[in-house]
């Protein structure tokens, strides 16, 4: 019976992709897509988030961009394919940010990291 149990929580597929308006970019609306993170990825953006010094506060390279570092993990196209390399975190970022902080917030939500009421609205 635990082995049944185990085969089907593993067969299970639980990284849904949710659909992002995006109006601003008229050529990809409703095409667009984003899926939360999986526990390893997840477990490196926190070890990402970590690299910010906690005793003066500053940002150590590597620590910028950070919505744009999300979105390029979560965004994918309808059939789950991730969009984006890592190489295009700085021209996402570059985006809008009224489009950044929307597709940023579905990630959170989705990746189980919304911590405040209007990320959980997202």
Do not use: H
């Not at 988030?49 to 744009?68: F, H, M, Q, V, Y």
């Not at 984006?84 to 975190?89: G, K, L, P, Q």
Request: with cysteine; net charge negative.
């Amino acid at each position: 019976m635990s082995e049944d149990l185990r085969l089907s929580v593993l067969a299970c597929t639980d990284l849904q992709p949710e659909a992002v308006a995006t109006p601003e970019w008229p050529t990809v609306d409703g095409k667009l897509f984003v899926r939360g993170l999986s526990g390893s990825e997840r477990d490196e953006w926190e070890l990402f988030l970590a690299s910010r010094r906690e005793d003066s506060g500053e940002w150590k390279p590597g620590t910028t961009n950070i919505r744009a570092t999300l979105i390029v993990k979560c965004c994918v196209d309808a059939s789950g394919t991730r969009l984006f390399a890592d190489a295009d975190i700085p021209a996402v970022g570059a985006k809008s940010a009224a489009v950044v902080d929307r597709l940023y917030g579905v990630a959170r939500r989705l990746s189980g990291l919304a911590v405040t009421e209007d990320d959980a609205k997202n």
